[in-house]
């Protein structure tokens, strides 16, 4: 279980790392685009549209993801000492978090609209209730093996 742990973290950190480069180059002026999208309000409110409602269904869908009947069954069903079956799900949770806030930091400096800054502080606040420790994993993957 180490080496998913280890996978995780460095999945969680490396997607952390990358939002906080578009951040730090984003309030340095480095962009030359910074507020390109700012004018057309259309767009503007299909993108906030969109997000908010991608924001609002994947946080309690990746909180509660391992609570999936299928999702349970296929990490049973897994006997490989990797456990990559639950190193793939736990991927995949980590990423319905992460990748929509990668987004909204990007659409924040595209539309210098406010409600994407704070979705991605939404998601971000969001992704540390699944933060990949050793207790955590262990728990949850021997929770699910005493499931059978």
Known sequence: MKQAVKILTINYFI???FALAIIVCGENDWFN????????????FMMTSLMEIITICLIPVSLRLFKFKNIRNAIQSDNTEFHSSF???ALIRLDMLQI??????????????????????????ASFFIFPTL??????????KGEQ
């Open 15 to 17: 997607v952390l790392a």
């Open 33 to 44: 685009n910074v507020g390109i999208m700012h004018d057309n309000k259309n767009s503007d």
């Open 87 to 89: 190193i793939a799900w």
């Open 100 to 125: 929509p806030m990668i987004v909204n930091v990007i659409l924040y400096y595209m539309y210098m609209n406010v409600a994407f800054g704070y979705m991605g502080i939404i998601l971000f606040l």
């Open 135 to 144: 207790e955590r994993c262990n728990f949850e993957y021997e929770k699910m």
